[in-house]
């Protein structure tokens, strides 16, 4: 039909806004791979350049909530022009910037950057697609939300090798005002008539409260364990924990109370009573603590368990990256033609026998099995995770689309940054007392952290897997009573 056809404007807007998005991503994990050379180079420790990474997932996960807000206020273009003025000032800053401070205020800058670009491109893709072809087009979408992270490593690994580190933000830069900008100028545009909403200031600084107290209590919970298992002291790192999951807790609290009795709330809520959509929340939240982890799991195994350099490590995890490329819209053509229940479930079935392969022969891993298994991964993950998504917010009104987008990404930035902090205290634990790194003891120490991972793995994709089964089966008996 001649009004199925997906518009070439909209193709455009998507490979604009999208490429902003996963430049902002692509950085992020870049940055990880490179920490022992920014700390030589600003003379800091490990647990001061780790902010160069959550001070960004802080600020990106603190913009995220405005975005319903911002699409209802402002228009498209409007927004586009401003994430791109973000991304190429937050580059600028990093590549003249000689001091540790000015680094992570590029970091905040960029961090703002996606975190309104991420949720913008989502938005044109529900306003915009026709319906037939949502499924895909979110598939396309999911490829800056996957793909990015997976090749994070492998790009970091090859820059470090042959190139500064700043090179990768010199080299950026051209891509935004050369391809985002001007296509981004032609391609988006404006669907929906923008609203007067006003900003509720309280709940803002309520749900950044929330969002920064509970990444805090992350990081600073595994420092803290981490310390303690290795005999230094816990107590500083421990207190800060245990003071931002208060704060943290209270804030969302409050945020929730808040919102249900705001004449114009920040975020409207009253769509999560239907448990069918709270379900896949649930379930969407759960799923990039492994994905995203992976990341961080697969170069940490290979390089001080296997021996490899950070080059290949980080090369590991380019196939499974690949096969999300091509996989992510495929899994959208199903869910187009199919439904929701068996591209999704058949996906994640599939995904879940990459960690089960990799705990079954942790003991005795090699880089090709260790690339292999997360291929597998990669692979379901890949083909299912963007439909989770896509299915929840065809079942909530049409008008709250932009609320449920955002705290879709806003629990999947969450997602990202507890898997990080849970599997490196997992790690972390299973290595202490194992002598100096790179000896036999140590290598055998990261192997059974590597099995304690890829276990905490199963059973993270399990539970995910059992609120998707609850909610189709809700789903299910609803259509049975039409």
Not at 31 to 37: I, S
Request: glycine share 10%; aromatic share 10%; with cysteine.
């Amino acid at each position: 039909m001649p009004d199925e056809r997906i518009p070439g404007k909209l193709i455009g807007a998507i490979v604009a806004v999208g490429s902003l998005a996963f430049i902002g991503i692509l950085t992020e994990t870049v940055m990880t791979v490179l920490f022992p050379q920014l700390m030589r180079e600003f003379n800091v420790d490990t647990a001061t350049v780790q902010w160069i990474t959550t001070i960004y997932l802080l600020v990106v996960a603190a913009t995220m909530p405005l975005s319903s807000y911002l699409n209802r206020r402002f228009k498209h273009r409007t927004l586009f022009l401003a994430a791109v003025a973000l991304a190429v000032l937050g580059s600028l800053i990093m590549i003249v910037g000689h001091a540790f401070p000015v680094i992570l205020i590029a970091r905040v800058i960029q961090g703002m950057g996606s975190g309104v670009a991420t949720p913008l491109m989502i938005n044109i893709i529900l306003e915009q697609s026709p319906k037939s072809k949502v499924g895909r087009l979110m598939g396309v979408g999911s490829l800056v939300i996957t793909v990015a992270p997976a090749i994070g490593p492998t790009v970091g690994g090859a820059l470090s090798s042959i190139l500064p580190w700043r090179a990768i933000f010199v080299i950026v830069i051209p891509i935004i005002l050369l391809v985002s900008l001007p296509v981004g100028l032609k391609c988006v545009e404006q669907h929906r008539p923008t609203e007067e909403a006003r900003l509720n200031s309280l709940q803002f600084v309520s749900i950044v409260l929330a969002l920064c107290g509970l990444v805090m209590f992350l990081n600073q919970a595994g420092v803290a364990v981490s310390a303690a298992v290795s005999g230094g002291s816990a107590t500083v790192s421990a207190v800060f924990a245990v003071v931002s999951l208060i704060v943290g807790l209270g804030a969302l609290l409050f945020f929730g109370w808040s919102s249900k009795r705001s004449f114009s709330p920040l975020i409207r809520l009253g769509w999560l009573r239907d448990p069918m959509v709270l379900l896949h929340l649930i379930a969407y939240m759960l799923l990039p603590i492994v994905g995203i982890g992976f990341g961080y799991v697969i170069t940490n195994v290979a390089q001080l368990s296997l021996g490899t350099s950070a080059f290949l490590s980080g090369a590991l995890v380019l196939p499974g990256a690949l096969i999300g490329a091509f996989f992510a819209p495929v899994g959208g053509m199903l869910y187009d033609r199919f439904g929701p229940v068996r591209p999704i479930l058949g996906a994640f079935f599939a995904a879940i026998c990459g960690p089960i392969l990799l705990l079954v022969f942790s003991m005795r891993l090699t880089p090709v099995t260790l690339a292999g298994f997360y291929f597998i991964f990669g692979f379901g993950y890949s083909l299912g995770f963007s439909n989770i998504m896509t299915n929840a917010l065809r079942n909530i009104a049409p008008q709250f689309m932009p609320d449920g987008n955002a705290v879709f990404n806003t629990c999947l930035q969450f997602g990202g940054a507890a898997g990080t902090a849970l599997f490196s205290t997992i790690l972390s634990v299973a290595q202490a007392g194992a002598g100096e790194e790179g000896s036999t003891t140590f290598r055998h120490a990261t192997a059974v952290g590597g099995s304690w991972t890829f276990a905490t793995m199963i059973g993270i994709v399990a539970i995910a897997i059992c609120c998707l089964i609850a909610a189709f089966r809700i789903g299910a008996k609803r259509n049975s009573r039409l």
